[in-house]
């Protein structure tokens, strides 16, 4: 089983709408979860931390994080055109304490 | 100026050649990481440094060696390049705080093996 699964999309959204984008994990020792952004042919940039159940809001963003479901999602409000990107989900392995990165979900925000 | 940087920023290599990607930072982060990307597999940990001291592999190992000379400077080789070692490879750094290994990446170098 991977360890971290993400659905690949592409999901497409019209401009405006909340575009929600998912992302399991295997290894219940994780406590940290992290969304990067990644433009075609650019590097991952971070969006969003999480480390406790719930959820954190910046922005335009919103991550949820449930550690019974082994569960992490990140929302866009408003989607833009410049959301357009593909979607990393990582969680730190807990027993080495380095990332292991979901395949990644391309966005398309329609205008 | 960049925290991160790599060089080359792009590569075009022959079949069986030495190849060496460097890497270099300015955050001032202990901890170093070489992934490579390929379409539909994601980010990949080739080798990761938590510190000058500490080097350990990652899932996908075979084929490169690293060297971390410096705090700041971290170095991917491949003895002899093969084409399915073609694919974006990316550098990053964290500095772990509490529970929390933010990684921040540099550019990429888009390597090309014939």
């Known amino acids: 089983q991977k360890e971290v699964e993400q659905n690949s999309g592409p999901l497409s959204v019209p401009e405006g709408a909340i575009a929600s984008l998912n992302c399991t994990y295997s290894?219940?020792?994780?406590?940290?979860f992290f969304w990067y952004r990644q433009y075609s042919g650019k590097s991952p940039e971070l969006i969003m931390s999480?480390?406790?159940?719930g959820d954190k809001e910046d922005g335009r963003f919103t991550a949820q994080l449930n550690k019974a479901s082994q569960y992490v999602s990140l929302l866009i409000r408003d989607s833009q055109p410049s959301d357009s990107a593909t979607y990393l989900c990582?969680?730190?392995?807990?027993?080495?304490?380095?990332?292991?990165f979901g395949k990644g979900t391309k966005l398309s925000v329609k205008p | 100026d960049a925290d991160v940087t790599q060089t080359p920023r792009n590569r075009i290599t022959k079949t069986g050649k030495r190849i060496m990607l460097e890497c270099s930072q300015t955050?001032?982060?202990?901890?170093m990481y070489w992934y490579r990307q390929d379409p539909g597999l994601g980010l990949r940990l080739i080798y990761y440094?938590?510190?000058?001291?500490?080097?350990n592999k990652g899932e996908i190992s075979d084929g490169y060696s690293v060297s971390r000379q410096a705090q700041a400077k971290f170095s991917l080789s491949l003895e002899s390049a093969i084409p399915n070692q073609t694919a974006l490879y990316f550098c990053?750094?964290?500095?772990?705080?509490?529970?929390?290994?933010?990684?921040?990446f540099g550019p990429g170098t888009r390597l090309t093996v014939l």
């Open positions: 990053a750094t964290s500095d772990l705080q509490g529970s929390a290994d933010t990684q921040y």
């Open positions: 290894d219940r020792g994780s406590q940290s």
């Open positions: 999480i480390y406790s159940n």
């Open positions: 990582a969680a730190v392995r807990g027993s080495q304490g380095n990332l292991i």
């Open positions: 955050k001032g982060h202990d901890r």
């Open positions: 440094s938590f510190d000058v001291k500490d080097i």
